[in-house]
């Protein structure tokens, strides 16, 4: 049995299911340190108190980091596995674990087109300092594609990146969204008949909903008969949305996980135009519930799952490319979705097992059941 410590900086709702599969495993015996612990506390992304809805401590051993505890922890692990390098605490973990020589699997989120290194020195200081970082892990679990060609443009040999991808609970969001309640229209204030554009998350600028409520005026201009734009989150541009909102607009403010499956499902298109996004993982739920996708170029989660066979890729920012995809998309919207639906069904947490198996067969030299 491998003994397995990782190190995040808080429950996470996408991850809490992965980490009680992984936990189940026969041949690994999981620990998990949390950073914090915010579940009901001010999440600032949304500008409210968050407490999800699903279970997120349940199904896996775990505690609160303790810096007098954590050279203790890390004696008691095979391999440490960090879930990215901000922070001092991370830092100090890594340190920990490397002079008690103890091998570390890295997984984080960045890629180039996400987090540049920047221009001149300031680039040249940080990629220097990320490869001195990178050369004190043995393993790498690489959330997609562009997040694999970071650590190797940054000198990491590619037979020590193994893909993890970042996923969600695929059957959670399919199961809900199939049993989405058939009056969920009516209940919303919604009419009927009507097609609908999604965009769900923080009203951050960043985020771009503004610009989809500008894409959404140019495609479709005058009222009646077009499509319903729905707002689902809160944030920062709440007020600036709700101000230039109109008639087809609808906001249903925050919701909680277990309702997302049937508002995904009664969608036909999800938009997520972000600048700078590490993921979006919003881009999973929705196609695991059967729905099309437009995503920027800066999310990283596009280049490994959308494209005009599943909805659209665009630039962030950019009004009229925006305008132009969902002309495109919600045409063929069902169709796409279905697409969709099949595409995401092997980007899932049985792919993340096989990938975290292989890394720890590589850095622990032990093949997967041995004793």
Same mark, same amino acid.
């Given at each position: 049995?491998?003994?397995?410590?990782?190190?995040?900086?808080?429950?996470?709702?996408?991850?809490?299911?992965?980490?009680?599969?992984? #936990?189940?495993?026969?041949?690994?015996?999981?620990?998990?340190?949390?950073?914090r612990k915010p579940d009901g506390t001010l999440d600032p992304g949304f500008g409210r108190a968050v407490s999800w809805d699903v279970p997120l401590l349940e199904g896996y051993d775990h505690a609160l980091f303790d810096y007098a505890a954590l050279g203790r922890e890390v004696w008691g692990a095979d391999v440490v596995w960090l879930h990215g390098w901000q922070?001092?605490?991370?830092?100090?973990?890594?340190?920990?674990?490397?002079?008690?020589?103890?091998?570390?699997?890295?997984?984080?989120?960045?890629?180039?087109?996400?987090?540049?290194?920047?221009?001149?020195?300031?680039?040249?200081?940080?990629?220097?300092?990320?490869?001195?970082?990178?050369?004190?892990?043995?393993?790498?679990?690489?959330?997609?594609?562009?997040?694999?060609?970071?650590?190797?443009?940054?000198?990491?040999?590619?037979?020590?990146?193994?893909?993890?991808?970042?996923?969600?609970?695929?059957?959670?969001?399919?199961?809900?969204?199939?049993?989405?309640?058939?009056?969920?229209? #009516?209940?919303?204030?919604?009419?009927?008949?009507?097609?609908?554009?999604?965009?769900?998350?923080?009203?951050?600028?960043?985020?771009?909903?503004?610009?989809?409520?500008?894409?959404?005026?140019?495609?479709?201009?005058?009222?009646?008969?077009?499509?319903?734009?729905?707002?689902?989150?809160?944030?920062?541009?709440?007020?600036?949305?709700?101000?230039?909102?109109?008639?087809?607009?609808?906001?249903?403010?925050?919701?909680?996980?277990? /309702?997302?499956?049937?508002?995904?499902?009664?969608?036909?298109?999800?938009?997520?135009?972000?600048?700078?996004?590490?993921?979006?993982?919003?881009?999973? /739920?929705?196609?695991?519930?059967?729905?099309?996708?437009?995503?920027?170029?800066?999310?990283?989660? #596009?280049?490994?799952?959308?494209?005009?066979?599943?909805?659209?890729?665009?630039?962030?920012?950019?009004? /009229?490319?925006?305008?132009?995809?969902?002309?495109?998309?919600?045409?063929?919207?069902?169709?796409?979705?279905?697409q969709a639906r099949r595409r995401i069904e092997s980007w899932d947490f049985g792919a993340d097992l096989r990938g975290l198996e292989q890394a720890l067969e590589r850095v622990t030299n032990r093949p997967r059941g041995s004793a």
């Amino acid at each position: 049995m491998i003994r397995l410590l990782y190190v995040v900086s808080h429950p996470i709702q996408y991850q809490a299911p992965l980490l009680r599969l992984i #936990a189940a495993q026969p041949d690994i015996r999981l620990r998990v340190l949390f950073l914090r612990k915010p579940d009901g506390t001010l999440d600032p992304g949304f500008g409210r108190a968050v407490s999800w809805d699903v279970p997120l401590l349940e199904g896996y051993d775990h505690a609160l980091f303790d810096y007098a505890a954590l050279g203790r922890e890390v004696w008691g692990a095979d391999v440490v596995w960090l879930h990215g390098w901000q922070g001092w605490e991370m830092k100090v973990a890594l340190l920990a674990v490397r002079m008690l020589g103890r091998p570390v699997l890295m997984r984080g989120e960045n890629w180039d087109g996400a987090m540049p290194d920047g221009p001149g020195w300031r680039g040249v200081v940080k990629r220097a300092a990320l490869r001195a970082l990178f050369g004190l892990c043995q393993g790498f679990l690489a959330i997609g594609g562009r997040n694999a060609q970071y650590y190797t443009r940054l000198g990491v040999p590619p037979d020590r990146v193994f893909s993890m991808p970042y996923a969600v609970d695929n059957d959670f969001f399919a199961r809900h969204a199939a049993a989405a309640p058939p009056n969920l229209r #009516a209940r919303l204030g919604l009419p009927e008949e009507r097609q609908v554009v999604l965009y769900a998350g923080k009203f951050s600028r960043r985020k771009h909903p503004h610009t989809l409520l500008a894409a959404w005026r140019k495609v479709f201009p005058s009222p009646g008969g077009r499509p319903i734009l729905l707002f689902v989150g809160d944030g920062e541009l709440a007020a600036e949305l709700a101000a230039a909102a109109e008639e087809d607009v609808h906001f249903l403010g925050f919701r909680n996980q277990t /309702e997302m499956p049937a508002l995904y499902a009664l969608a036909d298109v999800f938009v997520l135009a972000a600048e700078r996004e590490a993921w979006g993982l919003a881009i999973n /739920e929705a196609m695991a519930s059967g729905t099309a996708v437009i995503a920027s170029t800066q999310c990283g989660a #596009a280049h490994d799952l959308v494209d005009e066979q599943v909805g659209a890729v665009v630039p962030p920012g950019d009004v /009229e490319a925006l305008a132009e995809a969902l002309r495109r998309v919600l045409p063929r919207a069902q169709e796409l979705g279905e697409q969709a639906r099949r595409r995401i069904e092997s980007w899932d947490f049985g792919a993340d097992l096989r990938g975290l198996e292989q890394a720890l067969e590589r850095v622990t030299n032990r093949p997967r059941g041995s004793a």
